[in-house]
């Protein structure tokens, strides 16, 4: 799989900053979050977050631009510390997050094209296990890349 013609993938920096913070708060809205005020909060805080963790080296990106220039699509990777496991044999669990692609681009290849990349990178990089929550317009993409349901429970407190 590539690209369609006129799109061009590369690996984001700190500069694309409010782009990543953009595309969560989209993701976010797209799944059924309607709460302005919450999302506004949460994109505060994930701003906060992820330019020390890219300052870290802890989250790394990747954009796909369209041949005008904007941003059609994104995927973050987020570079965990883990302690060993019987699941793996690494130090750092790779986390695909804020998988997202714009209304207009969706349909495309490019969400799959960037998980190609990602993944690659996580091979080529030592991560051997990589996990993912997926929303359901997400969940067949990650299904036909070979992600399993797995027994995670969550509670909120």
């Given at each position: 799989m590539s690209l369609p013609e006129g799109f061009s993938l590369r690996q984001?920096?700190?500069a694309d900053l409010d782009t990543l913070v953009l595309h969560r708060r989209a993701m976010f809205h797209d799944m059924g979050y309607a709460d302005a005020a919450a999302l506004d909060s949460m994109s505060a805080k994930f701003r906060r977050w992820l330019l020390e963790r890219m300052d870290s080296?802890?989250?790394?990106?990747?954009?796909?631009s369209a041949s005008d220039g904007s941003?059609?699509?994104?995927?973050?990777?987020?570079?965990?510390?883990?302690?060993?496991?019987?699941?793996?044999?690494?130090t750092r669990r790779g986390n695909i997050l804020n998988v997202y692609t714009a209304e207009?681009?969706?349909r495309l290849g490019l969400a799959r094209e960037l998980m190609t990349v990602v993944l690659a990178w996580c091979r080529d990089n030592?991560?051997?296990?990589?996990?993912l929550h997926a929303s359901p317009s997400g969940r067949h993409l990650y299904e036909c890349l070979g992600f399993?349901?797995?027994?995670?429970?969550?509670?909120?407190l």
């Open positions: 984001a920096s700190t080296g802890d989250y790394l990106a990747w954009l796909v941003v059609a699509a994104g995927a973050g990777l987020w570079l965990m510390d883990w302690p060993p496991h019987m699941i793996g044999t690494g207009p681009y969706r030592g991560i051997d296990t990589v996990i399993q349901a797995t027994n995670e429970m969550r509670i909120s």
